[in-house]
């Protein structure tokens, strides 16, 4: 059984950057063919995928969001990490991690395989 945890403060500072890591369990993150992505639902609003590291290291990114966001690694503890630069208001969200065996930009709940329970992020000063 594959299980994904998110960590991280649950409170950042307008223009600071957001922090998180996805701890995995169950399966290496270096498994062939498989991606970790990042996904955020902010409040009233549905879900959006930020990007996902795959199996390679190679990272995808959304558009709309590249020029923020950075995904990463760390093999040794099986852990991938998000970090969104400059915030807003507008980065106030549930943050989940998530696995799936193919590149998904468009998040649905049924897109992927695993999901972790989600860590609530609040941008305010």
């Known amino acids: 059984q594959v299980q994904l945890q998110e960590s991280g403060p649950g409170l950042v500072k307008p223009s600071q950057t957001l922090s998180l890591t996805c701890t995995v369990s169950?399966?290496?993150?270096?498994?062939?063919?498989?991606?970790w992505n990042w996904i955020r639902q902010p409040p009233g609003k549905g879900l959006e995928w930020m990007g996902a590291i795959a199996s390679s290291g190679s990272t995808y990114y959304s558009p709309f969001l590249k020029s923020r966001t950075t995904i990463s690694r760390d093999t040794s503890k099986n852990q991938f990490t998000l970090q969104l630069s400059s915030v807003t208001t507008e980065d106030t969200a549930v943050y989940y991690c998530?696995?799936?065996?193919?590149?998904?930009?468009?998040?649905?709940?049924?897109?992927?395989?695993?999901w972790g329970q989600g860590t609530q992020v609040t941008v305010s000063s």
């Open positions: 998530a696995s799936s065996e193919r590149l998904i930009s468009i998040a649905t709940i049924d897109a992927y395989d695993y």
């Open positions: 169950g399966d290496s993150i270096t498994t062939d063919y498989y991606y």
